[in-house]
């Protein structure tokens, strides 16, 4: 789920909203890729030079650690511009935000979604990007407004209907 996106964001110097348990998952997989890099690089490294040609494996090896390298550039990226969603002052409440449960009917069907961070975005588990076509349209939105939410194919009417925090 956050490998894609990472790549997507990769060393964009911008703000990646996550929620605490997203953060944390970020920061596990970051861990798991150093002590990863540790141990790759703790065993004997393969020679430059295999007979008067560059040895196929020591070729591998810079490759695979140029990769590793630009992963951990980017989840450093990604932990030094983090920034937790939190739950808005209740007056705020009443907006459609980041961090957001929303109920909403759309062309006549109730659905629920939660507006999320690029990272944590995952529309199988109803949780939309804020900055998607359709969390850039709802964003700011109240319980009671209608709005016109144009997607790639399809464009829908919504009306909200119920907006809820549920973040601590």
Do not use: W
């Not at 430059?48 to 040895?55: C, D, Q, R």
């Not at 810079?62 to 969603?85: F, G, H, P, V, W």
């Not at 449960?101 to 944590?120: A, P, R």
């Amino acid at each position: 789920m956050f490998a894609s996106s990472i790549i997507d964001n990769a060393m964009v110097a911008n703000t990646f909203y996550v929620t605490k348990q997203g953060l944390e998952k970020v920061k596990a997989e970051y861990e798991k890729l150093l002590d990863f890099k540790r141990q790759k690089t703790m065993g004997e490294m393969p020679n430059l030079l295999h007979s008067e040609e560059a040895n196929p494996e020591y070729l591998s090896f810079q490759e695979d650690m140029s990769l590793l390298d630009a992963r951990l550039a980017e989840y450093e990226n990604i932990l030094q511009n983090a920034e937790l969603i939190e739950k808005p002052s209740k007056e705020r409440q009443k907006e459609i935000g980041i961090g957001a449960t929303i109920t909403l009917d759309m062309d006549g069907e109730v659905d629920e979604f939660t507006i999320v961070g690029t990272l944590e975005a995952d529309p199988s588990q109803k949780k939309i990007s804020h900055d998607s076509p359709i969390g850039r349209g709802l964003l700011g939105a109240k319980v009671g407004d209608f709005v016109k939410v144009k997607a790639s194919v399809v464009n829908h009417d919504c009306k909200i209907l119920k907006i809820v925090y549920h973040l601590s």
